[in-house]
């Protein structure tokens, strides 16, 4: 074995011009000259396997772009394998705002800061920085509205990627850009959504969108590149004509390379440009080529017959590594275990895991400087390349030239080598990271995973989870709670209750409620056996929330009832405010308000000793829904008066856009339609500006109902239209169930049957996979109403079996309000079609209307009732804007 690497290889290859590519360059052109011309964003994902060619169709084409229109700014995001989730994003915005990965905190927040003010030049510089920042992972102080918005969660990851979507359209008015997102396929989902967010919903930006990713991502996500203004290209192996003229442009140092040699590469490579260039390598390796003093090739044809050319791209990486020296090899094993990206410090620290001590440590870096010259040969041989900056200060770095090349090494590193490699180098991270962020974190835990040292790594997992979960990462910060709980195990009892209180948290706002239900119960196991009843008050009020939001009222009173015990128990105020809050908000989904009311006002007097005015603003709110839905209009105008002053002189402008929200629908139940529209084109306005597309979407839900109740059916249908455009990018299935509902009742009016069947059944689809009984329950009834409208038999026993159903839910609900509309609904149904002819249907038709008199008798009798809206649909039923 060579302990020299050969001087052959001294002659770098040439870099092959582009061939074969021109329509898919005219398509990448295509795409970006239409964002420019429309002003909206377009995305192109270019899809192929290893080595064909996606990254440098990618950087032809912003080179060609750059030549051709300077104003056209691009930024390039690389995701790595086993990388920091956000890391292309971060590595978008980093380059934009021109901050290196090692620079200084301080100036990192000023250049961040002087920017934005630059672009924005108004008063929502704070809340941008805040949330840009938290993509860069350079915090800022709360600004007033953040903190207004501390606790929701939901609401705030829905604003992060609304600000980032409203910079990037206030950056392309200087002109338009080209964001690049390579190696998709490695992305994590949370990447994904945001990129499928900004190509669907940046407006008046031309910016263009592009996505390289391995058949994988189709895979994962078959219905991405789906979409009006997303185009998909399929990358395909060169022709031979192609495959032959990019060989002879790598051959070009042999002045005119013999066809022979020509016709053997092409062959064997199957169109792969990887392999293409491999095979000149191992031309090279072989002695088929002999590079000249002067730089070029000799060409020696009767050594190609022995030549052992790779059949495969796996064949030509194996080539690659079976050509290193013991030395190279094991330097690059030792590299690869950092991931795609080095550094010759670490490098140093791996070499001396075994090494004692000098006497003396001092003098010339004897070890330094030989890592140095080998990775100065390896990047001769175009096995990795160095960068001039470095993201660890002080640090040289180096990444792979190839990223297939750099995982074959790992993958060969024997289980226990590479095990010591993960952790010295995790170690030896943790005396450099200075500026610790979400990033950095990621990287220790997964150094600390793979090094066997399960306890470490659980630590920073959760730390990324608190991360992510601060800046409403929701999806990412489940799935490092979930690994960082799984890794700690019952080692840190008090770390470990505090996590699964936050990974229930972000699981029921991504909708999986019985995992959170089962992080819940784990917390208050841990809080029982230690005696800690306010940790146990938290977790029962968490699952009592949870069957609240599905719709099983029996076991939500259960939890929120022995919460407030508890919380009673050690003289937690707070606690017993939320619990007595949460119990309230269940008797008023029962439509038991004078319940409802009690509850409410005496967490709003709880909250008003404590003097949290957030909360006192919520209890306002929740109060003036219950006086609402009792008929008492005043009152309920008065509370959501109160809520709106205080939440206007906290800044709190989601939570104006609620309040004008449940304003308007008071107007509307009176009646007063110009005034509800007002309100709500006010609170439209408040949700536009923060970027709140969710509240958007309810408000535009509600014009459209009020329009549908007027009769005006071609605008209902216009305004829910675009309501159900912009839910499409939220994938919140019960807003956008109520959505289709609207439209179905917007079409009915118009007559318009089979289009009005469509909706609902979409709408009843959406609200079962979201297993939301009481939403179920009104879809149903919309279900059975246009059944009954179609004329026909058939569809008529299709409505009695959709309103007995409707039925069977609200009584097992217990949901009385509702259950009486079901009741006079059906029982109009039966009258209207069967006119008496049946007597057991004209029989039931007067047991329905008994049932619903009955409810309204008890509910008169507690003389805080008004009879509810039978004509019609209640307003949004259950859907408020979010706390």
Known sequence: MRSDPPTRLRHPIPKAPLVGRDRELGELEGALARAVASRNAQTVTIVGGAGIGKGRLVEEFLAQTAERDPKTRSFRGQVLKGGPMLGAVQRILRARFGIADAADPEYARERLREQVAELLDDRRVTEFLHFLGAYLDIRFPESPFTRALEGDAEQLARISRAVFRTFLEADAKNGPMILTFEQLEN????????????????????????????????????????????HRIELTPLDAEHAGAMVRALLAPTGSPPDDLVDAAVETAGGSPYLLEQMVRTFLDTETLMPREDGSWEVDLDRLEDAELPLSVDDAIAARISSMTPPERELLERAASMGSVFWLGALVALGRLDEDAPDLWGGAERSAAHYRDLLGQLEERDYVMRFDDSSLHGEEEYAFKHNLERDALHRLTNATGAERYHRRVAEWLEFRLYERGEEAFELLASH?????????????????????????????????????????????????????????????????????????????????????????????????????????????????????????????????????????????????????????????????????????????????????????????????????????????????????????????????????????NEALDYARRVGDRMREAVILTNLGESSYRQSQAAEAIAILSKAEEISATLGDRILEAEILRGLAKAHLLLQDHPTAKGYIERSVALFESARSKPFLGVALRTLAEVHAASGEEEAWRDAEQAYRHSQALFEELGNEVELARTCISFAEFLEGVWKGSDPERARLARDLRDRALEIHGKQLASETYALPRLEGEQTNPGIELPD
């Open 187 to 230: 992305a994590h989902d949370e990447v994904l959504d945001l990129i499928q967010y900004l190509g669907d919903s940046l407006t008046d930006a031309p910016v263009l969108l592009v996505a390289a990713a391995r058949p994988e991502l189709l895979t994962r996500r078959p219905r991405w590149g789906s979409g009006s203004r997303h």
């Open 448 to 680: 600390y995973e793979q090094g066997g040292a399960g306890v470490h790594a659980a630590s920073y997992y959760l730390l990324v989870g608190d991360r992510a979960r601060e800046r409403y990462a929701n999806a990412k910060a489940a799935e490092y709670y979930g690994r960082g709980l799984e890794l700690l195990g019952d080692q840190d009892l008090v770390r470990r209750i505090d996590a699964l209180h936050n990974y229930g948290d972000v699981l029921q706002l991504l909708g999986r409620n019985e995992e959170a239900i089962e992080a819940f119960r784990g917390m208050h196991l841990l809080a029982y056996r230690l005696d800690l009843k306010s940790k146990g008050g938290a977790a029962h009020n968490r699952i009592g929330r949870v069957y609240r939001a599905i719709g099983n009222l029996e076991e939500a009173m259960r939890h929120l009832g022995t919460g407030h015990a508890l919380f009673d128990a050690v003289g937690d105020a707070r606690g017993v405010a939320s619990s007595l809050d949460d119990v309230g908000k269940v008797h008023w989904m029962r439509g038991a308000y004078e319940a409802a009311e009690r509850f409410s006002q005496r967490s709003l007097e709880i909250r008003r000793e404590i003097g949290d005015r957030r909360s006192i603003a919520l209890s306002l709110n929740n109060l003036g829904l219950v006086y609402q839905d009792s008929g008492r209009f005043d009152e309920a105008l008065a509370a959501f008066g109160e809520a709106l002053s205080i939440r206007r002189e906290i800044g709190d402008a989601p939570g104006m856009a609620q309040t004008l929200n449940n304003l308007g629908t008071i107007h509307q139940d009176n009646g007063n339609h110009a005034q509800a529209a007002s309100l709500w």
